[in-house]
């Protein structure tokens, strides 16, 4: 007994064009994902760190710092995500507005993968991310002394 075998190449193809199309577009998917995500985290430590030179003084700085990496993030559309600001000066790390400091500016946040679910109540899949920015304090403003 021998069946019509027309249209089933047509089946096999589909089949196997979903089973591969999915993954490589879920692939692509969390590519741009994480690049955006990548893009916001750099320009939000570039951002915070110039912030930071900008302020009279440390503790506006630090304020400043963070508004402006929550902003810098929310204008890559990352709004809801996690975000750690650290500030560091060398070589004065008690007064980061004094002399020749450098400060670096280190900006740490995550990105969800898309299209995955939480997972056994363990949160969705994220991917770290992490940039820093160094300025040297003189470069935005004149630090005092001559005229």
């Given at each position: 007994?021998?069946?019509?075998?027309?249209?089933?190449?047509?089946?096999?193809?589909?089949?196997?064009?979903?089973?591969?199309?999915?993954?490589?577009?879920?692939?692509?998917?969390?590519?741009?994902?994480?690049?955006?995500?990548?893009?916001?985290?750099s320009?939000?430590?570039?951002?915070?760190?110039?912030?930071?030179?900008?302020?009279p003084?440390?503790?506006?700085?630090?304020?400043?710092?963070?508004?402006?990496?929550?902003?810098?993030?929310?204008?890559?559309?990352?709004?809801?995500?996690?975000?750690?600001?650290?500030?560091?000066?060398?070589?004065?790390?008690?007064?980061?507005?004094?002399?020749?400091?450098?400060?670096?500016?280190?900006?740490?946040?995550?990105?969800?993968?898309?299209?995955?679910?939480?997972?056994?109540?363990?949160?969705?899949?994220?991917?770290?991310?992490?940039?820093?920015?160094?300025v040297?304090?003189?470069?935005?403003?004149?630090?005092?002394?001559?005229?």
């Amino acid at each position: 007994m021998r069946r019509d075998q027309r249209g089933s190449g047509l089946v096999e193809v589909v089949w196997l064009g979903l089973l591969l199309l999915l993954p490589l577009l879920w692939i692509v998917l969390s590519v741009f994902e994480v690049q955006r995500g990548s893009f916001g985290v750099s320009g939000a430590a570039r951002a915070a760190a110039r912030a930071y030179a900008l302020a009279p003084n440390d503790v506006v700085g630090e304020q400043r710092a963070r508004a402006v990496a929550r902003q810098a993030l929310a204008d890559q559309g990352l709004v809801d995500v996690p975000i750690d600001v650290g500030i560091t000066c060398s070589p004065y790390p008690r007064s980061c507005h004094a002399g020749t400091s450098v400060i670096t500016v280190r900006v740490g946040s995550s990105v969800a993968l898309p299209l995955l679910p939480d997972l056994f109540g363990l949160g969705r899949p994220s991917f770290a991310l992490d940039a820093r920015a160094t300025v040297p304090i003189g470069r935005y403003q004149e630090t005092g002394g001559a005229r």
